[in-house]
């Protein structure tokens, strides 16, 4: 079986401000590397659809909806409407969310279905600072958070585990997730930073381990060692889902975490491991941030070769 790469050109479509680190050249720089290394030709495409309103209110309020339509219909005779600072939504802006979180219950059905291995989507915005009525930190919708409710809800799954090791702390998956036992979330993120979340939040299913600023794929290691995989083989997932972002990279200005392709490719396989042992190797991964464009393209290739041997 294959592993599928899942993407839409509408998420090209989304676009804050040629200024903005969160952009859509994102998405071609990991084409771009995908095609370089070869490991494209391996790859399943597919075209994300447009999520259901159900499926979004699976993780989102019915409030949270309507402003994002408001602002995007805002958005529609001032170019750029704002939901917080760094957040925003062109016209565009909506469908390029809906695709995003499309992709990753697409994802979610091909692999329970068995009609590919695992899967990576290729989507914008990402999704983890979405909470179930707030959007923030360029995330609108939480995609890898309703691709998990998927799965529980349509597909019936006992326990699926979370695996965020974006540099920023998933808030929102947590906010959306704190208090189902179905789920278990484990994350590393720089701390104290953006979204100063995470360290409060810490459960037994919560699994938040903070890094100082200058840590390196070591002080990484350690904490996916020590924390995450004695938790992993106690709550035995029957599915892992991938928050990947590539912004703890040495390279990503907007962070100062010092991880290496290498690193990702370690973690990777970690998951894959505990995937085989407990989840019949179901994974499905899902693009967070990552802005340096050369690092992160490098690292969704390490990410997505591990994928495709494992
Ligand atoms: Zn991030």
Partial sequence: MHTAFISHPDCLLHDMGSFHPESPARLRAIEDALTASGLMDKLERHAAPLATPAQVKRVHTPEHIALLDAVASRALSTGLAYLDPDTAMNWHSLKAAYRAVGAVILATDLVIGKKVKNAFCSVRPPGHHAERDL???????????????????????????????????????????????????????????YPYSGVAGRSERMVNIPLAAGSNGQAFREAVNEFWLPS????????????????A??????????????????????????????????????????????????????????????
């Fill in 135 to 193: 959007a923030m930190g360029f995330c609108l919708l939480n995609n890898i958070a309703a691709g998990v409710a998927h799965a529980v809800e349509a597909h019936a799954l006992q326990r699926v585990a979370v695996v965020d090791f974006d540099v920023h702390h998933g808030n929102g998956t947590e906010d959306i997730f704190r208090d189902d036992p179905r789920v278990m979330m484990v994350s590393t993120f720089q701390h104290p930073f």
């Fill in 232 to 247: 992993l083989e106690k709550f035995k997932p029957r599915m892992l889902f991938i928050s990947a972002g590539f912004d």
């Fill in 249 to 310: 990279h040495r390279d990503d200005d907007l962070a100062s975490l010092n991880l290496t392709e290498d690193d990702y490719a370690w973690v990777t396989e970690r998951i894959a491991e505990v995937a085989n042992r407990y989840a019949d190797n179901r994974i499905v991964s899902s693009l967070e941030g990552g802005y340096a464009l050369p690092a992160l393209g490098r690292s969704v290739a390490a990410h997505v070769k591990v994928l495709i041997d494992s």
